[in-house]
Every structure is written in structure tokens, then in C-alpha cells.
């Protein structure tokens, strides 16, 4: 099967391996490049888990909180060129929508909504777009309530965005941003193990395993290889079992813990373009 240098250089910035790899990868999967990744890792290769992500090409997300912290969203509009997605009055008009949108529940709504002169944040987007010219959508909205809301943007390019949601309402801000800021670092799959799709953890188990089996040891080892790298996966992608990033010493959730022992994370939303 022939693979085009696009397809090579798409999974190459994806998992960073190298040219070669990437094409054999293709050729060995027909060119998916799901298939392709499956195959790296089952070699061996380090290749981060990709999870909450947008197809959007150029473009810039934000998250925000609303005044008492009890709602957030995650709002992320594309654009054209990477260039207009650093720019400031870009990323104004994003911010200014980002508060906006904390007043409704859907994209839709929202959309629709009338702003200042506007008979419509649509209309607002449209008017931007003849200002700039380059083509712009409101590509991404999500919202999560909880009695506690804390986001969190990668400011340095507005490529990562997340929310968390607590179970009780947190004293400690600069807390609540740790943990926020951690997500949006170290992008865990789930809070807990319970949470990791069956799905997910099969398809790990299936990749340990073709690595294993081609050690030269006995049943009996391999066996307890699976279970250890099993472990592992399950203990550096999951929220509150991951080292914080601010302090490696300790978990998340002790982490938490140190702050106040019955507060609890009900949910997280990060998203990556």
C-alpha cells in the first residue's frame, strides 16, 4: 500500500516517532492511523494517550467561571491561520465571548443570543470575520456544573483548556487552580479507575501483552509483568493516583487531602486542539 508523506508527517506529529517507523506503521495498519499508533506501542514506542481533543486546526480555546464559582465553560473558536490565533484582539474577542457564554447551557442558545449591537453572537463572529478576513466558527462549548467550578487555560498558545468540579465549595482558590492547572499538565483519562473505559484498558492489556510475550522468560513472569505495567498505567492515568505536579512526592489526593480530607472531585473536562 502506498502512504503519502502527509499521512507520514500526521503521525509523526502525533507520537514523535521517527519517518521510518511512522511509515511502516501505516503500511502494517492501511494507512489508519489509529491502527498505526497501536502498532508503535505495541513495539514498545512512548506515545502519550490522546483523549479529550478537537480536529480543530488553527484556533485558540479559553475556559472561565462564572462570579460564585458554580458553573465553567470551554469555549474555542477556529480561524484560518495560526497567525490570527496568537493575535491579541483575537484572543480579546474570545475572552469576551468565553463570559458571555457562561449564561447558557448549549452552543445553540448561545449562538443566537443577542450581544450589545449584535443582533446575535453569530452575527458578532461574522462581522470579526470581515474585519480579519479569514473564515471563523464557533467550533467547541462545553459546560459543567457543580458546587464548585475551577478552570484553568494554558495561556502560553490557548491550545489546552480545562474545568474541574468539586463536590463542596473550596475556601482555598489557589487550591482548586492547582489541581485545575495538574489537569491540564498531566491529562489523566478518568478521576478513578473506575472510571477508565473497559475499552481502553483492553486495549492496553492486549499491547503489555504483545510486548511481554516476546521476552524470553517463563509463564509465571510475564504474568506478573502484565499485572505491574496493568498497575502502573492504571495508577499514572488516573486523577487522584497521579503524582502531583507540583509536589512529586505526594498523589492528587493527598494532595486534597492535606486541604481538606472530605472535599471530592465530581468531574473534569480538558480539551486539547
Not at 521517527?18 to 501505516?26: E, R, S, T
Not at 447558557?104 to 453569530?122: A, C, P, R, V, W
Not at 482555598?172 to 484498558?201: G, Q, Y
Amino acid at each position: 500500500m502506498k502512504i503519502s508523506i502527509k499521512e507520514i508527517n500526521k503521525l509523526r506529529k502525533i507520537t514523535g516517532i521517527g519517518i521510518m517507523d511512522c511509515k511502516k506503521a501505516l503500511i502494517h495498519s492501511n494507512g489508519n492511523i489509529d491502527k498505526a499508533i497501536r502498532v508503535l506501542r505495541k513495539k514498545g514506542e512512548k506515545i502519550a494517550i490522546n483523549r479529550s481533543f478537537s480536529k480543530m486546526k488553527d484556533g485558540a480555546i479559553i475556559s472561565s467561571v462564572n462570579f460564585n464559582y458554580s458553573c465553567g465553560t470551554i469555549i474555542g473558536i477556529s480561524c484560518e491561520t495560526d497567525f490570527l490565533s496568537k493575535n491579541s484582539e483575537f484572543l480579546s474577542l474570545l475572552s469576551i465571548l468565553s463570559k458571555q457564554s457562561l449564561l447558557f447551557n448549549n452552543k445553540t442558545d448561545f449562538l443566537s443570543s443577542s450581544y450589545n449591537e449584535y443582533g446575535s453572537i453569530q452575527e458578532m463572529i461574522v462581522n470579526y470575520m470581515g474585519i480579519v478576513g479569514e473564515k471563523l466558527e464557533l467550533k467547541i462549548f462545553e459546560k459543567i456544573d457543580s458546587p464548585f467550578v475551577m478552570n484553568y487555560t494554558h495561556n502560553t498558545n490557548n491550545k489546552i483548556a480545562t474545568l474541574v468540579g468539586f463536590s463542596k465549595k473550596v475556601n482555598n482558590i489557589s487550591m482548586a487552580k492547582d489541581i485545575a492547572m495538574h489537569i491540564t499538565a498531566m491529562n489523566p483519562i478518568a478521576i478513578h479507575e473506575k472510571e477508565i473505559p473497559h475499552s481502553l484498558i483492553n486495549e492496553e492489556i492486549e499491547i503489555i501483552e504483545d510486548q511481554v510475550q516476546k521476552k524470553n522468560k517463563s509463564d509465571s513472569i510475564k504474568k506478573n509483568i502484565i499485572q505491574g505495567k496493568i498497575k502502573k498505567f492504571i495508577l499514572e492515568n488516573t486523577l487522584l493516583n497521579q503524582k502531583f505536579i507540583k509536589e512529586d512526592k505526594i498523589t492528587v489526593q493527598e494532595y486534597l487531602d492535606k486541604h481538606d480530607k472530605n472535599l471530592k472531585i465530581n468531574l473534569f473536562k480538558r480539551i486539547s486542539i
